[in-house]
T-cell receptor, first 116, second 111 residues
């Protein structure tokens, strides 16, 4: 049973380009979370999605950032017109359900985005 | 809203016992989780407490006091490989039940 798969592991973009980060959840998981982590800092919540539905995007900047989780295929976090401040590790996590209980989240290895 | 507070750094020697505290403020509470993250790695789940008391899993134990909005992770017989960051997390009881993390405690185990 493959874990949460994120790709690419490392991504370098020039300022102004677009970054597309992909996340395939664990088999059977219908909920995906995206987190951003700066070096030696915590995991900051960005967005929470279910298939074809954004449940909570309260942690995502209103401009340049978008996320989707289509019926088929991976979840995508898209950052348009990247700036140096977007450089960070972006982690995706999945869980079989969203509400309540010991709903353990399983994390991917992350995508390290570097904006030059 | 939700907030969690943890010490930023803890140092201990191999073989010792260390306790990492976490205090939280939430509009609703659905249990406290702990995750471990090694440098350059992914966070991995360690434990979950929904009720007051101590949960033991091998060398790691986790404690919760809901009345004090407080929990801790206890690591016994420390090993060098336990050097990592440890995050407490709560599931926000609002419309989305999203998982919110503390800022993390960096544990350094010395020989």
């Amino acid at each position: 049973n493959a874990g949460v798969m994120q790709n690419p592991r490392h991504l370098v973009r020039r300022r102004g380009q677009e970054a597309r980060l992909r996340c395939s959840p664990m088999k059977g998981h219908s909920h995906v979370y995206w987190y951003r982590q700066l070096p030696e800092e915590g995991l900051k919540f960005m967005v929470y999605l279910q298939k074809e539905n954004i449940i909570d995007e309260s942690g995502m900047p209103k401009e340049r950032f978008s996320a989707e989780f289509p019926k088929e295929g991976p979840s995508i976090l898209r950052i348009q017109q990247v700036v140096r401040g977007d450089s960070a590790a972006y982690f995706c996590a999945s869980s079989p359900q969203g509400s309540g209980g010991n709903t353990e989240a399983f994390f991917g290895q992350g995508t390290r985005l570097t904006v030059v | 809203g939700q907030s969690l507070e943890q010490p930023s750094e803890v140092t201990a020697v191999e073989g010792a016992i260390v306790q990492i505290n976490c205090t939280y403020q939430t509009s609703g509470f659905y249990g406290l989780s702990w995750y471990q993250q090694h440098d350059g790695g992914a966070p991995t789940f360690l434990s979950y407490n929904a009720l007051d008391g101590l949960e033991e899993t091998g060398r790691f134990s986790s404690f919760l006091s809901r009345s004090d909005s407080y929990g801790y992770l206890l690591l016994q017989e420390l090993q060098m490989k336990d050097s990592a960051s440890y995050f407490c997390a709560v599931r926000a009881v609002d419309s989305s039940y999203k998982l919110i993390f503390g800022s993390g405690t960096r544990l350094l185990v010395r020989p």
